[in-house]
């Protein structure tokens, strides 16, 4: 799985490079003509729906067009990628997009659209840091507490991700993988219903992007154990990584980012502009 996430997201890089190449081209002067729609494959209240309210905003202000989010969120993706691959490619509708969409084609075994082929990639917008965590006065304190459980209790620990399909699903599947441990993943749609299972104790931990968590580790609610990616963050320096666990986690690592992409064939003179 992540062999094939590494060639998709190089394929998503070359796009965009090719995209992006050169310096000369026509002005679009209908462009914008109407408001702009970020479709997300996402819930409400996600690291995705925040960054893609962001870039609406921002968006809005530099084209002069009203620029309205909305929310797909479904297996995969699937859903918003589907309604932008068969949208007008104009430059009006585009998708957020993440790791998840890279990888969606090795996960089903048939698709309404060509992860590749049917979109023309505008922009990578964020990378985000990933971290474990679990509910604060729970029974594990540590992130080393967490592994000693798991391994004496095969297929008892519960994570939480949101939907199947997103990068938190995706690297608690990796993070079980590298681990040899043996627990169960339950999928929820986005990622506030996730914090409300941990916290009211039907779920003993969760994998999910650390911005969206912030708010409930600095109000003690819920307390990060392990961080997925290579290195510790400036923000909570005494949260250990992975890594650091050593063994089969020495090099484990696991990240997610945001991007922008437009239904293929959308002019090339637009995708520069949205780029801008």
């Known amino acids: 799985m992540k062999k094939h996430l590494n060639q998709l997201s190089r394929a998503w890089a070359l796009g965009l490079t090719l995209c992006l190449a050169g310096t000369s081209m026509a002005q679009t002067s209908t462009f914008p003509s109407k408001a702009l729609k970020i479709v997300v494959p996402n819930a409400a209240g996600g690291a995705a729906d925040i960054t893609a309210r962001t870039v609406a905003q921002k968006l809005s202000d530099a084209l002069g067009q009203s620029v309205v989010t909305e929310n797909k969120p479904s297996a995969g993706g699937i859903v918003a990628g589907e309604q932008v691959a068969r949208s007008e490619p104009d430059g009006h509708t585009l998708l957020l997009i993440s790791s998840g969409t890279a990888v969606s084609a090795s996960l089903f075994?048939?698709?309404?659209?060509?992860?590749?082929?049917?979109?023309?990639?505008?922009?990578?917008?964020?990378?985000?840091?990933?971290?474990?965590?679990?509910?604060?006065?729970?029974?594990?304190?540590?992130?080393?507490?967490?592994?000693?459980?798991?391994?004496?209790?095969?297929?008892?620990?519960?994570?939480?991700?949101?939907?199947?399909?997103?990068?938190?699903?995706?690297?608690?599947?990796?993070?079980?993988?590298?681990?040899?441990?043996?627990?169960?993943?339950?999928?929820?749609?986005?990622t506030p219903p996730v914090i409300t299972a941990l916290r009211g104790g039907s779920l003993d931990a969760m994998v999910e992007i650390l911005g969206p968590l912030m708010p409930q580790i600095k109000s003690n609610a819920v307390r990060p154990l392990a961080l997925l990616g290579d290195k510790r963050t400036d923000s909570l320096p005494g949260v250990p990584t992975v890594q650091e666990s050593g063994g089969s986690l020495a090099k484990f690592q696991a990240s997610s980012w945001n991007g922008l992409a437009v239904p293929a064939r959308t002019p090339r003179d637009v995708v520069m502009r949205l780029n801008r």
Do not use: H, W
């Open 109 to 190: 075994k048939t698709l309404p659209f060509d992860t590749v082929k049917d979109f023309t990639p505008v922009s990578k917008l964020a990378t985000f840091d990933l971290v474990i965590a679990v509910a604060e006065g729970g029974r594990f304190k540590t992130f080393a507490e967490l592994m000693a459980y798991a391994k004496a209790n095969p297929g008892k620990l519960n994570i939480g991700t949101p939907q199947i399909g997103t990068t938190q699903n995706l690297s608690a599947e990796y993070f079980l993988s590298a681990s040899g441990l043996q627990a169960q993943i339950v999928p929820f749609n986005g």
